[in-house]
């Protein structure tokens, strides 16, 4: 905490303790970011639509109809074909999943229609059971688990779409509970991963890196699935399909980046992966991204491609594996990309913006060749912009500034040349949010101790004023810290009031 007082050794001290708190927030940061998790269920997109019809068309349903066509399937008549697609367009509606699933041996004849010689009967009774394993009830699609050695068994088959569907499934089980893992990886299902992802059809690959992407994210992941998957050699495929210009598309990048951000988030060591290519692949694409976003030449819904690239990097340049290759990235084009990405989405995608400061925090914190290149590419304007958003976007920028001026005098200086900086942090220290004054209080302290014409730019922008208000604030720390400030800058200095605005000497500070 910052006291008052002019002596070095307390000001050194609170300098000092100010690092070890951001390292400290900076770690917080990095391990909820690992730990966030993103559990979901997917259908295949014809059926989504087809859910979509029915819920115009159909809105309820009655035990009577799901019995009717569960007897018109049993019965193995030539209406078998239509009905199994009555069956499949009314278990969108879980109350008729329900039902369903209530049936005397309903999961048995299903699977039986799953594993018979008809290719359309099959086709169908898969849509029937990932309708099931979509369910939010778990009572409902964990009775799909007799279909998982029969699910695994097809992945190995001709037919694309059914493989396809096949892999959604277990991808949608596996996301159920633990007993279910074990029981797939029991079963084998990361060998039979490793051919999927081999597959020439692009949705065949996506939907196997949905599947263990499912896998990768379970909280056993770092003891028994990572392991498996690099005993696998699977992560050289993934990064192979992290590629802007595969002919397997952006969405097969956007799984295979999933999977890697979470293999990166279990802890594995780091060097394998990073001797394997996934830091160099992982900045290529960021830079490739923002060259795309400067020329105008950007695809709908790259952003989802953003988000767990920028993770799986902000995580692996924290690990000390990567400090050595550190080095390389500075000039690199990696910063300026990450610029462009930020202010790209932040009108409309503002969690983006988010993700690459979180990113570039990692890269800057302790770095003083980051932080260099950070002014040599003049980007502390794009930062200041910033600064009046919220949702974790000030806090972000603030803590990046912390970081660039925690280097010293000289980078201080640089950053007190962008006279825009003190309005910003102004601005910060009026906002009711907690965190954003404390951040900009230790931004605002570390340039005041660094530059001596701080202190007469600061009080020019009506920054006394705004030390002055902050020390009735209801926090304790904010009103000690900028009484700190107040009395180690300006507590004996000459100023003239002209209306709201104070105008101070610079002999006056001169000290």
Request: proline fraction near 3%; charge should be neutral.
């Amino acid at each position: 905490m910052l006291r008052a007082g002019g002596a070095v050794s307390r000001r050194c001290g609170a300098v000092e303790a100010i690092r070890a708190r951001r390292r400290h927030q900076e770690w917080a940061l990095r391990k909820a970011r690992r730990e966030t998790q993103l559990v979901s269920k997917r259908l295949l997109r014809e059926l989504q639509d087809d859910g979509e019809e029915m819920e115009t068309r159909e809105p309820s349903v009655t035990q009577e109809e799901v019995s009717q066509l569960y007897q018109r399937i049993q019965r193995g008549s030539e209406d078998r074909l239509a009905a199994l697609q009555s069956l499949c367009q009314l278990l969108h509606l879980a109350e008729a999943q329900k039902m369903f699933v209530r049936l005397e041996n309903c999961i048995h004849i299903l699977i039986g229609l799953f594993t018979s010689n008809l290719a359309s009967v099959q086709l169908k009774a898969a849509q029937c059971l990932l309708r099931l394993s979509h369910a939010d009830d778990p009572n409902v699609s964990l009775v799909c688990l007799p279909a998982t050695p029969y699910l695994l068994t097809y992945l190995s088959g001709q037919s694309a779409k059914f493989t396809e569907q096949c892999l959604y499934i277990l991808g949608n089980l596996a996301a159920e509970n633990k007993a279910v893992r074990n029981q797939l990886l029991l079963q084998g299902v990361v060998q039979a991963l490793v051919g999927c992802l081999q597959s020439p059809h692009g949705a065949v690959v996506e939907a196997a890196a949905y599947s263990l992407s499912q896998l990768l994210q379970a909280k056993e992941a770092r003891e028994k699935i990572v392991p498996a998957v690099l005993e696998a050699s699977l992560t050289p495929r993934l990064i192979e399909l992290l590629d802007l210009d595969s002919e397997l598309g952006m969405p097969t990048a956007v799984e295979c980046a999933w999977c890697l951000h979470y293999i990166v988030s279990s802890g594995v060591d780091s060097e394998c992966l990073i001797s394997q290519g996934v830091l160099h692949q992982a900045v290529t694409l960021l830079i490739a991204l923002g060259r795309a976003i400067d020329s105008g030449a950007t695809t709908d819904g790259v952003e989802l491609l953003i988000y767990p690239v920028a993770r799986c990097l902000g995580n692996l340049t924290a690990s000390r594996d990567a400090t050595p290759r550190r080095s390389r990235l500075v000039d690199c084009g990696l910063l300026p990309a990450l610029s462009s990405i930020i202010s790209k989405f932040l009108p409309t995608q503002p969690s983006v913006s988010r993700e690459c400061l979180w990113l570039l925090n990692n890269l800057t914190v302790g770095e003083e060749q980051f932080c260099s290149a950070f002014l040599k590419y003049n980007l502390v304007p794009v930062l200041l912009q910033l600064i009046p958003f919220c949702g974790g976007i000030n806090t972000l920028v603030l803590t990046l500034l912390g970081n660039i001026a925690e280097m010293g005098p000289e980078l201080c200086e640089k950053l007190r040349q962008h006279r825009e900086i003190f309005s910003a942090l102004c601005t910060s220290m009026r906002t009711a949010d907690t965190e954003a004054v404390r951040l900009a209080l230790e931004v605002l302290h570390l340039i005041l101790m660094h530059c001596a014409q701080a202190c007469v730019e600061f009080a020019n922008q009506n920054g006394v004023e705004a030390l002055e208000a902050i020390q009735y604030n209801s926090n304790k720390e904010i009103r000690v810290r900028a009484s700190f400030l107040m009395d180690r800058y300006f507590a004996d200095k000459v100023g003239v009031c002209s209306g709201s605005n104070i105008i101070v000497s610079q002999k006056s500070l001169n000290h």
